[in-house]
């Protein structure tokens, strides 16, 4: 068989695989283990792929990764997110929406420490929306802030699938970081922006608060030095040139256990956050393997080349097909979740990309940005069923209604992304090495 | 009188628990080592000696002591959009068929990571700044893919009891009905998805 149909072949089993049920990474292993025993030989396809867990694993590049994920479940028990919600309510709730700004605004404290979107998202339905309900808020503005809230995991930094982006295409994983900070801080404006003309157009959906004093509202502040100290350090330290993501991550990771010690976190739940830390890390790690031995055997076939001398060759504008992808992971985001997402497309869909000329970081970014799209779009917008999950009293309809303004504003944050690629660019470009 | 397969269960999740926590201290002293390196170098110009090769060989026990621990707690992300509508048989014949994948992928890794190992150990090889040899994490590779094998062989002779008896319930396997496309785990702050 012609080596490139083995490798459309591949492609195509891997999606039935997927949808079947089949754990992500293993039928991505699977299916290159296969392919290369076609091609190759069992002795090579046992030999490759059986030497890329070492091989990986010992990267120090990858070491930043389980030191994010700790910090995100050591941010849980050390009160952080409680803290930031209540400055957030307190500074911003007499605003029209101010509840909702301010959970988005908590959000994106929280993700600054978590970056994982659907932990946000179920911290924020236990604790945001009842204070909403409780205020007169309108249940579906509600359920649909939170899972709003929960996507700005992925680009404000320390974000995880942009770590896996990173190692996935080979990229700086300290410039993907920065490339995150200003999409996020847009996204994080423009969600406020839509809340603002939806309580505007109909005031009922959030009535207003009443007044707090300064002195609440700076005392308040002191509830969210953690965020401020694990940021600034992450940032800085990276920026500047002064630490590599590792190094600043061990800090960011010291800094938040020894505020979750002085708060008193029992020896118990150190235990139960490194058990989800290193659940979460195998995890992603045995992702990374089985795409590593799925690309293997795709380079084999020669689909990518072959797809990416297609594209070249395509007489249309690169904004034609850049429009183009844009418009596949919109598709694909309804109905598959983000790794999975990044697992089928990146191998083909990221060489041709960069042959027409754009930026790898500038793309990471964009494509980061069209998966956290799909956790909130409908059939399978994976936010909304986590609110859904953790309230099951709002119903899904209800949960998708709330999101539906805020996927306006998620059209103009991609336009804003494609428009003006500097600001995504600007801060890794004049980091200091 | 207890399963048979409850208590090989209950044995096996010590080990993999036991296995986790080392690995979650590896993250401490993954974070320790950094927090050394930032103050020896930043503030008395002295580096740690071997520090790259402290984190590169302590990163394969923390990558690879947590494997059977996630698939034992069905923490590997996977679609449940079809499989989680399906009921009663059906759904346990299309578990089985799930997890046998799983367990090729994995004897074959632990064949080829073993391969990998014998290599190391026949060669001799060491890191590059204070001369760890890198067999004893070679090795570590293939002796986790046994503990995942092993985890994945209890969860297909479950998923194939319950198919055979659909009236009984799994003794092995973490029941999830998300049925929804999503990560099959348990949903709460714990749950992770980037």
């Known amino acids: ?49 059986g030497i890329v867990p070492h091989a990986t694993s010992t990267s120090y590049e990858l070491s930043v990764l389980p030191l994010f994920i700790a910090i995100g479940f050591l941010a849980l028990h050390a009160g952080i997110t409680r803290g930031a919600f209540q400055a957030a309510r307190l500074w911003l709730g007499r605003a029209p929406g101010g509840l909702a700004t301010a959970t988005i605004f908590a959000s994106a404290g929280f993700s600054a420490v978590s970056g994982a979107s659907t932990a946000t998202a179920a911290v924020f339905t236990r604790l945001a929306v009842p204070e909403m309900e409780q205020r007169g808020y309108d249940r579906a503005l509600a359920a649909g802030v939170v899972a709003v809230g929960g996507t700005l995991a992925a680009l404000i930094p320390p974000s995880a699938i942009l770590v896996i982006y990173g190692i996935l295409v080979e990229e700086s994983i300290g410039r993907l970081l920065l ?44 509830q969210v030095w953690g965020i401020l100290a694990v940021v600034g350090v992450i940032l800085g330290g990276v920026y500047f040139g002064w630490m590599t993501p590792t190094e600043s991550a061990a800090v960011g990771t010291a800094i938040i256990l ?139 309809e209800q949960v998708f209604r709330g999101v539906a303004p805020f996927l306006v504003g998620e059209v103009v944050i991609v336009a804003i992304l494609v428009l003006f690629p500097e600001v995504v660019l600007f801060l890794p470009d004049t980091m200091m090495n | 009188m207890r399963h048979p397969l409850q208590a090989l269960h209950e044995g096996l999740l010590r080990l993999e628990i036991g296995g986790a926590l080392v690995s979650g201290a590896f993250v401490l002293v993954i974070m320790l080592a950094g927090c050394a390196e930032i103050v020896g170098r930043g503030l008395f110009n002295a580096p740690i000696h071997g520090y790259l090769d402290i984190i590169e060989q302590t990163m394969v026990a923390v990558a690879l002591f947590g494997v059977s621990y996630c698939q034992a707690t069905l923490g590997n992300v996977r679609m449940t959009l079809l499989i989680g509508a399906m009921s009663g048989r059906p759904r346990w014949v299309a578990e089985a068929v799930s997890l046998l994948v799983c367990l090729f992928v994995a004897l074959i890794l632990m064949q080829g990571s073993w391969n990998h190992f014998l290599r190391a150990w026949q ?14 994490s070679t090795l ?30 799994p003794l092995v396997i973490p029941v999830s009905d998300h049925g929804h496309g999503a990560a099959d785990e348990p949903k709460g702050d714990g749950t992770w998805t980037p």
């Open chain 1, 1 to 49: 068989m012609d080596p490139v149909t083995l490798g459309f072949i591949g492609v195509g089993l891997l999606v039935a695989l997927i949808v079947i049920g089949v754990p992500v990474a293993f039928a991505a292993a699977v299916i290159g283990i296969g392919g290369l025993w076609y091609m190759r030989g069992i002795d090579t396809a046992i030999g490759l792929s």
């Open chain 1, 179 to 222: 490339a995150g900070i200003i999409p996020g801080i847009i996204s994080m404006a423009i969600y406020m922006v839509v809340i603002t003309i939806v309580v505007k157009r109909n005031p009922s959906l959030a009535p207003s608060l009443e007044p707090v004093r300064m002195i609440e509202k700076l005392k308040s502040l002191t």
């Open chain 1, 258 to 396: 020894s505020i979750a010690a002085t708060r008193g976190m029992r020896l118990v739940e150190l235990k139960a956050g490194l058990l989800e830390t290193v659940k979460t890390t195998a995890m992603i790690f045995m992702v990374i393997w089985g795409v590593l031995v799925f690309v293997r055997f795709l380079a084999f076939t020669g689909m990518p080349a072959m797809v990416t001398d297609a594209v070249l060759h395509l007489e249309v504008a690169p904004w034609v097909i850049l429009m183009g992808v844009i418009l596949l992971y919109l598709v694909m985001g309804m109905v598959l979740d983000g790794l999975g997402m990044l697992i089928l497309t990146l191998p083909v869909i990221y060489p041709a990309i960069i042959a027409l000329g754009y930026d790898p970081i500038w793309f990471g970014v964009l494509v980061v940005k069209m998966i956290e799209i799909g956790l909130i779009t409908p059939p399978v917008g994976l936010n909304c069923y986590v609110v859904h999950g953790v309230r099951p009293d709002i119903p899904l």
């Open chain 2, 123 to 136: 060669i001799g090889g060491s890191t590059a700044e204070i001369d760890i040899p890198t067999w004893i």
């Open chain 2, 140 to 169: 570590l590779v293939p002796v986790s893919f046994a503990v995942l094998s092993a985890r994945l062989v209890l969860q297909i002779l479950d998923a194939v009891r319950v198919a055979v008896n659909p009236d009984t319930d």
